[in-house]
């Protein structure tokens, strides 16, 4: 029980349909004062295809999943809408850029990650008085690397009507450093060109900007009107839940009193120091302004235990205070009785800090509230796995792209071939004779060894006549060259692989959009042809992933 979702007994839960959660017009009208709001609505609409309805997480994460696949580009555009970092100025709060050589040097040693939107206000006709700005960041997959940053302008028209630039920040790679979409394709410009005039100053507002929001100390219940998108979960403690449940009941006294702050300490301390340092920082400078704050603790010889105010803790911290004011659960060390401010129950749990923008109404916040409610929450290792799946999606409509790249990828994420992939090794040799792209050994428990041959994902799997590419062939024989060879000399498998285990191959090769439905079913006939082989294609990491999250409920 979370002190954000404390008064939901008082609250009633909103009615989750298939379609997703109502949403009452007048919320509605409220959402739709800002551009992004508007965006927000007609998503949301094309999620659930319903009017005044909000989907679920579940929905939005299959939804995104689809269309990073189908329509790559407006999958970016729709995560930016729903998931970015949400930016507000007025047009002529924009910087300007008198020298584009070092904007461009400090993107690229400097950069900032993912999605993030600007609202750009009270902008000068031809361009509509309010204009959204949708920027995402990817590193440049050439020799020598660099960063790309796309924008895409945005109106009310959406998706009828975007502008779409691309600029490339790369010492290494200075050719083609301005692109515009056009109607014929991507075409090469001059930085004199407007949207690309535009676009740099977006940048240079980007990469400077704070988040639009001060830090509020919401009333006890009440929920912060933040971006609806998943976030890491609290590390949850079932003993302050249980204490803070006892509370309410009026069956646990609750206390205020002057604590030492060396005897608090966190109960997960990783997940406390992992608080961004800005928001120490703000809520830092809140208390040094005078905003009331008291954390919640409940005792546990010998430290009082903080598990849900990790911010307001490490702010205390930064103050440097020796003693603080707190509300204790449950019973208070004999020590401290002279230190007691106050006694009580359920009215003495304190609200929370939190980052919030201004203007949004109590009714809002309480449709908010239920919203939250009827929506299962995803874990921190779901976003993990749905950001993965969106970082493959991403690698794989990249023309030409290195297949050193996805071994890269694929090594850092094991996740990607099997869930239950043990340790990755990456270009392992075997002898003087073979060296493998990748090697994945699972747990103990399930005693397997996986050989991996990494091909291209524009290869096709099959010939006119439906034989198989020579390219393919070539990658199966050099992986059944792989596994004779580790079967023959147990003695010489390298290390940290154990010898004894069964090998198993996989090739990696080629897309599902290339393969007609009686290709398909040619593959699958083939692999069951082999005894420890498999081939695949790149679709099919995609969809293990996919799997994965739908087995979590996702």
């Not at 580009?73 to 949400?86: Q, V, W």
């Not at 302008?153 to 975007?162: G, H, K, N, S």
């Not at 979409?181 to 090469?188: C, F, I, L, S």
Request: proline letters at 8%.
């Amino acid at each position: 029980m979370s002190r954000s979702r404390k008064n939901k007994k008082k609250i009633k839960k909103a009615i989750v349909a298939p379609e997703g959660v109502p949403l009452p017009a007048h919320i509605a009208e409220e959402i739709r004062g800002t551009l992004i709001g508007q965006l927000q609505l007609k998503l949301w609409e094309r999620i659930t295809g319903q009017k005044n309805h909000a989907p679920i997480y579940k929905q939005i994460l299959r939804y995104l999943r689809t269309t990073s696949l189908t329509t790559p580009a407006a999958g970016e555009i729709d995560h930016t809408i729903l998931y970015g970092k949400k930016f507000s100025k007025a047009f002529e709060e924009l910087p300007s850029v008198d020298n584009i050589a070092k904007l461009l040097e400090q993107l690229e040693d400097a950069p900032w990650h993912g999605f993030r939107y600007l609202e750009l206000c009270e902008c000068p006709p031809p361009l509509p008085a309010t204009l959204g700005i949708a920027a995402s960041s990817s590193t440049l997959l050439l020799p020598g690397g660099g960063r790309v940053y796309v924008i895409t302008f945005l109106d009310q028209d959406y998706p009828a009507r975007v502008g779409r630039v691309e600029i490339r920040a790369s010492r290494a790679n200075p050719d083609h450093t301005f692109s515009m979409r056009t109607p014929e394709g991507w075409k090469v410009c001059d930085p004199d060109e407007p949207q690309i005039e535009l676009a740099l100053r977006c940048l240079a507002a980007l990469s400077t900007a704070e988040p639009p929001s001060d830090l509020k100390y919401l009333p006890m219940g009440a929920e912060p009107p933040a971006p609806l998108a998943p976030e890491p979960e609290t590390p949850p403690d079932p003993e302050y839940d249980r204490r803070l449940q006892l509370v309410h009941d009026r069956q646990m006294p609750c206390t205020l009193v002057r604590v030492p702050l060396a005897q608090v300490r966190p109960y997960s301390a990783e997940f406390a120091f992992d608080t961004p340092r800005t928001t120490v920082d703000r809520m830092a400078a809140e208390l040094r302004r005078g905003v009331s704050a008291h954390m919640l603790l409940y005792w546990k010889a010998p430290s009082f235990i903080v598990s849900d105010d990790y911010a307001l803790y490490l702010a205390e911290r930064e103050l440097r205070k020796e003693t603080i004011e707190a509300v204790v659960m449950g019973e208070v060390p004999a020590a401290l009785a002279d230190a007691v401010v106050r006694r009580g129950g359920p009215e003495l749990i304190p609200g929370a800090l939190y980052m919030q923008e201004d203007g949004y109404s109590a009714a809002y916040l309480e449709w908010l509230e239920k919203y939250r409610l009827a929506n299962k929450q995803a874990s921190h290792e779901l976003i993990r796995l749905h950001l993965l799946y969106i970082e493959l999606a991403s690698l794989l409509r990249q023309p030409k792209i290195p297949e050193r790249e996805f071994q890269r990828f694929i090594e850092s994420h094991p996740v990607v071939l099997d869930a239950y992939g043990g340790e990755v090794r990456s270009e392992v040799r075997l002898g003087k004779s073979y060296r493998m792209d990748l090697v994945l050994q699972y747990a103990e428990s399930d005693r397997r060894i996986l050989l991996v041959e990494l091909e291209s994902p524009t290869l096709a799997l099959f010939t006119a006549e439906g034989r198989w590419n020579a390219k393919v062939t070539h990658a199966i024989q050099q992986v059944q060259d792989w596994m004779r060879w580790w079967r023959e000399h147990p003695q010489d498998v390298p290390a940290p692989f154990d010898a004894t285990i069964p090998v198993k191959g996989l090739v990696i090769a080629g897309r599902d959009r290339d393969l007609d439905e009686s290709a398909k079913r040619r593959l699958l006939h083939n692999n069951h042809q082999f005894h420890d082989l498999s081939v695949v294609t790149y679709d099919d990491l995609l969809r293990r992933l996919d799997r994965l999250m739908a087995a979590l409920g996702f």
